[in-house]
């Protein structure tokens, strides 16, 4: 129970501290922004003063996150409208709101890669690991983990790069991985040490604590935590002070040294109550109300227990539920309260089996059983009082009956005990094998992504420098030999548009190449500029683009699929300029139960889908079709036009 509630603590701060006085940098800040009257500078001043203020007092920094956002929507500029979401991702942070968290980060996220800001954009995967971590789902943890520091290590921040290994260690301990968790650790402190980075050696000497705690080494661990406590507290770093209070209290629980750990605890809440803390204060206080229960407090146990317990079930904490369901079994089984009781101990079985199939319930059966085999002996005793004298041997069989009862239901405990542990440990390989598993795929979808890149560079840089010369030499003949024969400038100037569109179309495959999916508001804009390519190529022909309102920004296609859907789309217009002799030519997007369908239309002379050969064309235009799994449709007749449909 100890150790769940500890391990909740590893990963402290998604973001890079001052040492610094915090309070003199607000105020310092705030008599700024009291004397500034342009938008933009108000929307920094009020960014930054959320920035300080989580280290202080976390409403006030939401206060000022949102009058950021505010300044920052204000002025339209894309840089600033994604720091301030920035900021309030790492203010729900703190505040323990974790989904609200990597809500703000993706929002964030979208500004930072349209204006390019590759250290924001690191900066963002960091606190994403950071609030998945917070939610063990450690598959994603480190997948973002890596991300940032792919990012931090193309842009040379080595001190960001040596942060995000700390987190990664961080990380590894929590799947139990505690010797690549140490190899991850040494490094970070090593550096931070050297740098004098008080704030960060603080929280790495929190993790190291948790490390050396998790192989048993109790007295070490308790000297890291303390070392802890003292940097953190001479740099104001209050978030991880009450984490290595928070710690020390466990452990002293843990040792049974239930006063020593009441006082840690206490101070701990002081500190995350000051700064506002949400989801770190309720895990607080769940301690102390557990330490209050060891100390025969029962009264304030149950009342802490009561409080905490609405928040610890709206933001599914189901490790602290788990802890919390317990000791409130052990209340209402010690106050007699059978109704209680045996609510407590339903919602204790359920929470355990959302956290770890299903688990040892040895204690909460002990419990039930105890309480169950005093009442039958208390009733056993008064028919022993009455029927003493006629009944005694019906009482000593009674007596066998009831033994060997017992010692069945002991055996049957222990049997379920060592199913259970067996279940236990076997989930445990299996959610190992997982996460491996997760690591191997990123490993090899960066791999992917690095050759992809590597493929694109070469095409752009030969091929593309190549055709690139061969129309730059066409038009110097056509300028430098004043060319008479007509003819040969027709077929020159014919070879250069050829080589132009060779260009265009190079670009595309490179476009696609870059990206391992692409959204839908990408092929939405490729689509709509090629139409308007057409329209200005063609001008004999009207061209209309039709799109449903509603469709899902969020949207995504693998590459493949995505350049697939466009190359269809692409030809089926091409062949209604070229073949289809038409006036009209309709593009039409729109969304018919689960699928997206793509629609051609034009009002030319049209074909007999049996009676004409299909040429490359339309043979590319089915082959890509399948190489997706889409419904490809070819609708035509003569003299009434021809309907293209692909459904994906």
């Avoid at 987190?167 to 040494?186: D, H, P, V």
């Avoid at 079985?349 to 040895?362: A, D, F, H, M, P």
């Avoid at 105890?370 to 009733?379: F, I, L």
């Amino acid at each position: 129970m100890k150790l769940r509630l500890l391990s909740a603590l590893t990963i402290l701060l998604c973001f890079s501290g001052f040492s610094q006085d915090f309070n003199g940098l607000i105020n310092t800040t705030k008599a700024k922004l009291n004397e500034e009257n342009k938008i933009s500078k108000k929307a920094k001043l009020t960014a930054d003063l959320a920035w300080y203020y989580c280290y202080v007092n976390v409403d006030s920094a939401l206060v000022y996150g949102n009058k950021s956002l505010d300044f920052s929507k204000q002025t339209k500029n894309d840089t600033l409208i994604g720091q301030s979401l920035n900021d309030l991702s790492t203010v729900y942070y703190v505040r323990g709101e974790y989904p609200t968290a990597i809500d703000f980060a993706q929002k964030s996220l979208k500004y930072r890669v349209k204006t390019n800001d590759t250290a924001g954009i690191a900066s963002l995967y960091n606190k994403m690991g950071n609030n998945y971590n917070k939610t063990n789902v450690l598959d994603s943890t480190i997948y973002y983990y890596v991300k940032a520091k792919d990012y931090y290590y193309e842009i040379n921040d080595s001190l960001s790069s040596i942060k995000i290994e700390s987190n990664i260690a961080a990380t590894y301990f929590l799947s139990g991985n505690i010797k690549k968790a140490l190899e991850y650790l040494e490094v970070s402190v090593d550096y931070f040490k050297k740098k004098d980075l008080k704030l960060e050696l603080s929280n790495a000497y929190i993790t190291e604590g948790n490390i050396l705690l998790a192989k048993k080494d109790t007295i070490n661990a308790i000297k890291a935590y303390e070392e802890a406590v003292v940097i953190a507290e001479s740099v104001n770093n209050n978030v991880g002070l009450a984490s290595a209070l928070n710690n020390l209290s466990t452990i002293y629980n843990g040792l049974n040294d239930v006063e020593k750990s009441t006082k840690y605890i206490k101070r701990a809440i002081e500190i995350r109550e000051s700064i506002g803390a949400s989801g770190d204060l309720e895990s607080a206080k769940l301690t102390l109300a557990i330490n209050n229960f060891t100390l025969g407090n029962i009264k304030e146990a149950k009342s802490g227990l009561l409080k905490v317990k609405p928040f610890l079930i709206k933001t599914n904490a189901n490790e602290k539920l788990q802890n919390l369901y317990e000791t409130l079994m052990l209340i209402y089984a010690y106050e007699r309260n059978t109704d209680s009781l045996s609510y407590y101990s339903r919602q204790f079985k359920l929470t355990l089996n959302k956290n770890v199939g299903e688990s040892n319930l040895k204690f909460s059966q002990e419990i039930e059983t105890k309480y169950e085999t005093e009442k039958k002996e208390k009733e056993i005793l008064v028919q022993r009082a009455d029927l003493a004298e006629k009944e005694l041997h019906i009482n000593q069989k009674n007596t066998q009956i009831i033994g060997l009862v017992i010692l069945a239901l002991v055996l049957s405990a222990l049997g379920y005990l060592l199913y259970n542990q067996q279940k236990l440990k076997n989930n445990q390989l299996k959610k190992e094998g997982e996460l491996r598993e997760a690591l191997v795929k990123i490993e090899t979808q960066n791999k992917l992504q690095d050759q992809r890149l590597r493929i694109s560079r070469d095409l752009h840089d030969n091929i593309g420098a190549q055709l690139t010369f061969i129309i730059s030499s066409i038009d110097n003949l056509q300028y430098g030999f004043n060319l008479k024969n007509e003819k040969l400038t027709n077929k020159l100037s014919s070879i250069s548009s050829f080589t132009k569109e060779t260009i265009y179309e190079l670009r595309d495959t490179i476009w696609a190449m870059n990206k391992s999916e692409i959204v839908w508001e990408d092929l939405q804009v490729r689509i709509s500029n090629f139409i308007d390519k057409a329209n200005h190529s063609a001008n004999a022909v009207n061209f209309q683009f039709v799109m449903e309102e509603g469709l899902e920004k969020e949207l995504k296609f693998t590459s493949v699929k995505g350049m697939n859907i466009y190359r269809i789309i692409q030809e089926a217009i091409n062949n209604a300029i070229k073949y289809a002799e038409a006036s009209e030519v309709i593009v039409t997007i729109n969304k018919l139960n689960d699928l997206v369908c793509f629609k051609v239309e034009d009002n030319g002379k049209g074909f007999n889908i049996k009676d004409v050969e299909q040429g490359n064309g339309l043979n590319n235009m089915q082959k890509r079709a399948d190489e997706i799994n889409a419904d490809f449709k070819i609708i035509s007749e003569e003299n009434k036009g021809t309907t293209i449909t692909l459904k994906v």
